[in-house]
């Protein structure tokens, strides 16, 4: 991992550059890029939010107004950098990449406009003259039917992730030519907003929690929460911890080109709440569970689920006054944070004594009616064999 101090104090809507080492942020004193080598800040125009476009090109703010990143690069045109207006109204726009050619780029821009809204712009690239901006239809509103929060478009401009207000859970779409949405994923949490990879497979997230969830969406998190970050493979519909926080804040993850995240951490401890950017490479991690566990959906006699739940859910025993209103999902976020000692440790050590009450905590979780007579030595082999990311 790679930790970076922010000079000042961000909001918590910021994005990487997808294949340079800046991050654009809103901090004190309006948009900025920080260097995540030097530690050099460039101011960037516009009053607040500053995305970059899924090939690094542009710099969008919302309105929504497009600057090109060459030129904020350069001193000479930094203060008078022509912007390129895309016009949609709404705000935390999200930019993907519809096609693309040397030539001509067809960026797709959502915004939330009291929903998700939808225009698509072309614009043609020439080498010796500034791009030339072009409306390719009107505005438009997404997934008609459905009260979405926070839309984010995938970087191929033909997915979103949102909060469904109504199902209480984060949830994937396909978006259809039509402009209505079809769900293709629901996570079945209520998380932060979701980052894509690029390559599509692997989403993004933070869940701040104790005893249960919370999006907390729109605020900076509170120090009262533990935040951490999450990845979830939609290949292989298995969810793992970037971050095993305790006392400090792990938020708003976003992928670059190359497959790392960079998400806001700030620590308990240190004077004034320092803020920092870390880059952190999920490829790393080692251990992960079926998303399916996180919200209880073990199968009908799955032993190594209801297990596997049991260890997070005895960690609750042990370390929380609250351990037997631990939830099933709650509890296999704690599994996803044991280290392999420590978790034997903790097996070995109290099984015996709170296997009856881990029973009575998870008996609406199928496959868990045979808990109270499993073996601390066979329970430990359920404990992970390695660890995910660490804090920085």
Same mark, same amino acid.
């Given at each position: ?39 050099? /800040? ?27 990143? *060459?030129? =904020? ?10 912007? =390129? ?26 915004? &939330? ?9 072309? =614009? ?29 478009? *995938? ?23 039509? &402009?209505? %949405? ?11 907003? =979701? ?83 870390? /880059? ?24 190594? %689920? ?22 099933? *999902? ?27 009450? /881990? ?34």
């Amino acid at each position: 991992m790679k930790r970076v101090a922010i000079p000042d104090i961000p909001r918590w809507f910021f994005k990487p550059l997808p294949n340079r080492p800046w991050v654009a942020y809103l901090g004190e004193g309006g948009n900025k890029l920080l260097h995540l080598d030097s530690g050099l /800040v460039l101011p960037v125009p516009g009053p607040r939010d500053p995305v970059p476009t899924p090939d690094g090109r542009f710099i969008s703010v919302p309105g929504i107004s497009l600057f090109a990143t *060459a030129d =904020l690069m350069v001193d000479a045109h930094r203060a008078t950098v022509p912007a =390129l207006e895309a016009r949609l109204h709404g705000e935390y726009q999200s930019p993907g990449i519809l096609s693309e050619t040397p030539e001509r780029v067809v960026y797709r821009f959502i915004a &939330d406009d009291s929903g998700p809204v939808v225009r698509d712009f072309a =614009l043609t690239l020439h080498d010796d003259a500034p791009a030339r901006i072009e409306a390719l239809g009107v505005k438009r509103r997404l997934c008609r039917g459905m009260h979405l929060q926070l839309p984010m478009i *995938a970087p191929g401009g033909r997915e979103l992730g949102a909060y469904d207000v109504d199902g209480g859970t984060t949830r994937i779409l396909r978006i259809n030519d039509d &402009d209505t %949405c079809e769900v293709l994923t629901d996570l079945g949490i209520a998380t932060g907003k =979701l980052s894509f990879s690029f390559d599509g497979r692997y989403v993004a997230f933070h869940l701040a929690h104790r005893e249960k969830f919370s999006i907390k969406a729109s605020q900076v998190p509170a120090d009262r929460y533990a935040h951490n970050v999450f990845v979830v493979d939609r290949e292989t519909a298995r969810i793992a911890r970037v971050t095993h926080n305790t006392a400090s804040n792990a938020y708003y993850p976003a992928f670059r080109a190359d497959g790392t995240l960079v998400y806001l951490f700030k620590p308990y401890d240190e004077s004034g709440g320092r803020f920092n950017f870390v /880059v952190a490479d999920p490829a790393q991690i080692s251990t992960w569970v079926p998303l399916a566990w996180v919200v209880g959906k073990c199968r009908s006699g799955d032993e190594s %689920c209801a297990e596997t739940l049991a260890l997070g859910s005895l960690r609750a025993h042990v370390c929380s006054r609250n351990g037997p209103k631990t939830s099933p *999902a709650t509890a296999a976020l704690y599994t996803l944070s044991l280290r392999p000692e420590s978790c034997r440790f903790l097996v070995r050590g109290h099984w015996r004594q709170h296997r009856e009450s /881990v029973s009575a905590t998870l008996r609406f979780v199928p496959g868990s009616q045979g808990l109270a007579s499993v073996d601390p030595e066979a329970l430990a082999r359920r404990c992970p064999v390695g660890l995910g990311l660490s804090t920085p």
